[in-house]
């Protein structure tokens, strides 16, 4: 691909740079709305999604997962075995596929 259509490409995201793209993308679904597979930022406090959806990069579309954080204190053990490192692609691919969000009990 030509570098200026790539820096294009990447131009569409609406998004900190925070955000990346995740590992396996090609198994994250395309956007229905934008077309674009999202890029991801995970944290200790938030999993969240960015795609060419929003109106700028402070103020965009997002879906999210239970944060490693929260989930870390919600386990009894004070472990995070059992965590789903891929809850965040399965709610996104989920959206795509139904245009219905999953709950993701964040747990406040
Ligand atoms: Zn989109």
Redesign the pocket.
Known sequence: MPVISKLRFIDKYKCIDDFKFPKGLKNWLK??????R?KVWVFDNGRHTA????KDKYNH?SIQAKSIMSYYYRNNNGTIDGYDSNELRDNWNHWVKTGKLRSINNGN
């Open positions: 956007c229905p709305n934008c077309g674009l999202p795609c060419g959806c929003g579309f």
